[in-house]
């Protein structure tokens, strides 16, 4: 069975910094698909970011990018020069190429502070 | 775009009341899902559809709960009847049929509260 395992409950930084997200997965697929969602206060879920497992390449978008490791099976999110918006959960997510179904980790939660 | 939109924002109501909670995907996307997200179990699919077929609703908790989707621009999801262990935020999300198929974009979500 496929999981998502996210190691850190909660981390703080200061406004402008840049701060790294960690998680890992387990699967025996070798097509699928990682996510990067924010959950704000405001409960809603928003897509950060996307990978797919066929693309070397790291994805990037704006200030959000993310060091993707297939052999390591890592996907860990880097935000850059945060700003105090960024506070959220961020949940990570995986997809396999053959299903919808969603495999979420627990979240971490993240605060920019002023 | 709109987004997906979800109706109502916010819903309480006394246990054993029927709840219908509904969703209008976003235009042209060919798979919709439901969500509930509570403190203890994280996010959990209830159901999905493809251009309206229910297509695995093995994550319905049990009986009390349907969902339908009429139409390529709505869908309920309805509890009845409903009890205090049904609070969570409900959460629908579509997703495109070619390219992107595989990302979910989430509406804003449902926060139920059954007293």
């Known amino acids: 069975a496929q999981t998502v395992t996210q190691s850190q409950p909660e981390m703080s930084v200061q406004e402008a910094e840049t701060v790294t997200l960690s998680c890992t997965y387990d699967?025996?697929?070798?097509?699928?698909?990682l996510f990067w969602y924010k959950q704000p206060p405001s409960r809603q879920m928003i897509l950060v970011i996307r990978?797919?497992?066929?693309k070397q390449q790291n994805a990037t978008e704006n200030r959000f990018s993310v060091n993707f490791q297939k052999a390591a099976k890592s996907f860990s999110l880097k935000i850059s020069d945060s700003q105090l918006g960024d506070t959220a959960m961020y949940f990570c997510?995986?997809?396999?190429?053959?299903?919808?179904?969603?495999?979420w980790g627990a979240g971490t939660k993240l605060i920019i502070k002023p | 775009d709109a987004g997906v939109i979800q109706s109502p924002r916010h819903e309480v109501t006394e246990m054993g009341q029927e709840v219908t909670l509904r969703c209008k995907p976003i235009?042209?996307?060919?798979?919709l899902f439901w969500y509930r997200q509570t403190m203890m179990r994280g996010l959990e699919l209830l159901i999905y559809?493809?251009?309206?077929?229910?297509?695995?609703d093995s994550g319905m908790p049990e009986d009390r709960f349907s969902a339908k989707m009429p139409n390529a621009s709505f869908s309920t999801l309805k509890i009845q009847p409903s009890e205090p262990r049904d609070s969570a935020v409900y959460f629908c999300?579509?997703?495109?049929?070619?390219?992107?198929?595989?990302?979910?974009?989430f509406g804003p979500g449902t926060r139920l509260l059954v007293l």
């Open positions: 999300a579509s997703s495109p049929g070619q390219g992107m198929v595989e990302t979910q974009y």
């Open positions: 235009s042209g996307h060919d798979y």
């Open positions: 559809f493809n251009n309206n077929v229910p297509i695995d």
């Open positions: 699967t025996s697929e070798s097509n699928y698909y």
């Open positions: 990978q797919e497992a066929y």
């Open positions: 997510a995986f997809l396999m190429d053959s299903n919808y179904q969603l495999i």
